[in-house]
């Protein structure tokens, strides 16, 4: 799909479909509306009064144009209140109006929506956003394309002429939300630790960053216990990932992201039962697909930040070599862990990777993980919880998260809980009891950094949708891709 900014006027314009955006209560008053009116023959005023369309924010409304028209179908899309439309209101809008114009086999489509605040550049770059992140379609594990004979191959985003900068922007954070969709949805038979170390190899090779795997050995010799623990009854090696970005002059800040990248978590011998939702237990490298998805976007975006991209990845699996539960483990930090719980091994991996990250001498770390069920429990699929001391970079997280439309909540990191977490014979257990369990395993990845301002990001909610929504598809969700590159260019 070919992206274009044009200054032709859509009553000027010819082509499969044209889409409109259209603000409550003012469908008559429009001057642009009636002169397209008159254009179609009356079509636009006879589709709104047949649907009775109201321009509520997210309807959708289309026909075909007869008569000869330059135009086969118009596309109505509903914008809400005039005062209250934001820039994710656009994203979901450009994200309807895809949606409807692939229905109707547009394969050239021209959009015209109203810019936000007057600001040209960002409104081009949500609509954009949008529509590349609607129209995407996983196809790899199809003996035949699922959308073929419907496919939107031209679009043109109208009075937006001159915002080809924005419309790049758009395309290379679309790349790693893309990247990051499919990572997720691909089972545990096609991504697994060694495949998640290649995709970084592709990023690296592809856009100039520097990477370096360490092996099995070399996490020994760092004295990754915690990572290294989880990792023993795979029998697949494990890969920890560190991918460097560097700005060409000098850094404003530098900064480490850290995903969780469990390829899958059976529960170990903690096995997860029925009805555990094991089998989707292949999108518990949600976080590491996030960091690799933003690193795709940031080394094509290129902001002066150094950014270092982390994953201790690994598989939770069982075999005679698993860890057992009561097990005692030694991060690289030097503090012990007894394993009371196996299935707990998302704070195991990332324990070490903290340790890491902090020694990089960088000015902030932030780590992505589909560390709980406990924090689907208490915000649902939608919302990522952020668990935060520093206020400055929970304000950062949750500002960037609004901007690209990602819903996140910030959640207390109760010290006093930290006493779930007590062993009577190591530093801390890894499983605190059930109540606030996203809490306890907030602050079990708190043991792990010293003084670097931190936060924690648990995303298990919202790295998968049932249902398709905006400009998510169901399935994987790419989520927090956008936030962490709004993050990391604020
Ligand atoms: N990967 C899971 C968390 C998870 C659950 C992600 C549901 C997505 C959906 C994590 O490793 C896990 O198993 N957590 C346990 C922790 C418990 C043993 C303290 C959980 O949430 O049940
Ligand atoms: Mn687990
Ligand atoms: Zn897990």
Request: charged share 20%; aromatic share 4%.
């Amino acid at each position: 799909m070919e992206l274009h900014v044009s200054d032709v006027s859509p009553l000027n314009w010819a082509g499969d479909g044209l889409a409109i955006g259209v603000f409550e209560d003012v469908l008559t008053s429009s001057s642009d509306h009636t002169a397209l009116n008159e254009k179609l023959s009356g079509t636009l005023q006879e589709l709104i009064t047949e649907v009775e369309f109201k321009g509520k924010e997210g309807s959708v409304a289309s026909t075909r144009v007869g008569g000869g028209s330059p135009i086969r179908k118009i596309i109505l899309v509903g914008l809400g209140k005039p005062g209250s439309l934001e820039l994710e209101g656009l994203r979901r809008a450009a994200a309807a109006i895809a949606r409807a114009a692939k229905k109707e086999k547009c394969k050239t489509l021209a959009v015209q929506l109203p810019i936000w605040q007057e600001d040209a550049a960002k409104t081009t770059q949500a609509i954009a956003e949008g529509i590349e992140l609607a129209l995407h379609q996983d196809n790899r594990f199809k003996s035949e394309a699922e959308d073929k004979g419907s496919v939107v191959e031209t679009v043109h985003l109208l009075g937006l002429a001159g915002q080809t900068a924005a419309l790049e922007t758009a395309h290379k954070i679309c790349s790693g939300v893309i990247l990051a969709r499919e990572l997720v949805a691909a089972p545990a038979n096609v991504v697994t630790p060694i495949t998640l170390a290649e995709t970084a190899e592709a990023i690296a090779n592809d856009h100039g960053l520097s990477l370096k795997i360490l092996e099995q050995e070399d996490c020994e010799k760092l004295g990754m216990g915690a990572f290294l623990g989880v990792a023993r009854a795979s029998d697949l090696p494990p890969k920890f990932i560190h991918l460097t970005y560097k700005p060409t002059g000098t850094p404003r800040r530098k900064v480490a992201i850290v995903g969780k990248g469990l390829t899958f978590d059976s529960g170990g011998l903690n096995i997860k039962g029925a009805g555990s939702g094991i089998e989707m237990m292949k999108t518990d490298m949600g976080g590491a697909a996030a960091t690799l998805g933003a690193a795709k976007a940031i080394a094509q975006i290129q902001p002066d930040v150094e950014v270092h991209f982390i994953s201790a990845a690994t598989e939770n699996m069982i075999s005679g070599h698993a860890m057992h539960p009561g097990d005692i483990l030694t991060a690289s930090n030097g503090k012990t862990i007894e394993i009371n719980n196996t299935d707990a091994e998302g704070r195991l991996t990332l324990a070490d990777a903290l340790v890491f990250a902090e020694k990089l001498g960088v000015d902030a770390i932030v780590d992505l993980a589909t560390l709980t069920g406990a924090c689907v429990i208490a915000l649902g699929d939608d919302i990522a919880g952020v668990w935060t001391p520093d206020d400055a970079i929970a304000q950062q997280l949750l500002g960037a998260a609004e901007a690209a439309g990602e819903k996140l909540w910030r959640m207390p990191l109760e010290e006093k809980y930290f006493e779930g977490l007590k062993s009577g014979l190591a530093d801390m257990k890894n499983t605190g009891p059930r109540p606030g369990g996203a809490i306890t395993a907030a602050l079990f990845l708190k043991q792990f950094v010293k003084e670097t301002p931190w936060a924690h990001l648990d995303v298990a909610g919202p790295v998968w949708a049932d249902k398709e929504n905006g400009y998510n598809n169901a399935g994987a969700t790419g989520y927090g891709v956008r936030t962490l590159v709004n993050w990391v260019l604020a």
